[in-house]
């Protein structure tokens, strides 16, 4: 039997919040394609102790979205607490038309996340590579993703092309083995193809569109992003005899 939700206005910031039962969040099971849907803004950021709850702005991944709804931001899976109704902190404009659908929702971040991915350093005006979980009837254009980091990595130098662009990204011990030429590998939460690889780096090259629908597009030298090796190598390791 479905536990039930108890639902509930959160005074002053157009939130319709659910009370979630954490035993069952779905962001234990879903699963994303790293393809980006998104390109998000966070509105606001409420740090309470070792935790968060941040509010994203986006009218794409909102459309069919319920609160206890997966949404992989930045390549972290996150269960969807509410939604919001309009801009937060805003005044309403007389000329824009009303929203057929929510404008934004919130998310909670617990510290253990915080702490292991890029999360920790979101601010409002951040933008945000957003992702709804895939149906079983959607197509797979990216590969498995589960939306959680193995571990972040800092974005060593971007080298322009005539008409695309190669990212170098370090790579930390741990997840190396992983890590194999022309493989799958998400950065941020987006699917991508490992053309070059070094014994502590590895670059991926990137098409026009990403460019533009990412926050691959203007991250710099020096920045903080998440990363999740491909899960299929994970299990080859403790099939084959690893440790993991």
């Known amino acids: 039997m479905p536990a039930l939700r108890a639902s509930a206005r959160t005074a002053g910031t157009g939130i319709t919040a659910h009370r979630v039962p954490r035993s069952h969040g779905p962001e234990e099971d879903a699963v994303f394609t790293g393809i980006v849907e998104d390109l998000g803004e966070v509105e606001t950021v409420e740090h309470a102790g070792d935790s968060a709850r941040i509010f994203v702005r986006s009218t794409v991944v909102t459309q069919d979205a319920r609160p206890g709804d997966s949404i992989a931001v930045n390549g972290v899976c996150l269960t969807v607490t509410g939604l919001t109704d309009g801009r937060l902190g805003a005044a309403p404009v007389a000329d824009e038309p009303p929203a057929s659908f929510p404008r934004g929702f919130s998310a909670d971040v617990m510290g253990e996340t915080l702490k292991r991915s890029g999360l920790a350093s ?123």
Do not use: C, M
């Not at 959607?138 to 662009?165: F, K, N």
């Open 122 to 244: 979101l601010a409002p005006g951040s933008k945000v590579n957003l992702e709804r979980s895939v149906r079983l009837e959607d197509r797979l254009g990216g590969h498995l993703v589960q939306g959680h980091v193995d571990d972040t990595a800092t974005i060593i130098r971007r080298d322009p092309q005539e008409h695309w662009e190669v990212v170098r990204i370090s790579l930390p011990p741990g997840i190396a083995r992983y890590v194999v030429h022309k493989g799958s590998i998400a950065v941020d939460g987006i699917s991508l193809t490992i053309s070059a690889i070094g014994a502590d780096w590895f670059e991926v090259s990137l098409i026009p569109e990403t460019l533009k629908r990412t926050t691959l597009g203007f991250r710099q030298p020096g920045e903080t992003v998440n990363l999740e090796v491909d899960v299929i190598a994970k299990y080859v390791e403790k099939l084959t005899g690893g440790t993991r």
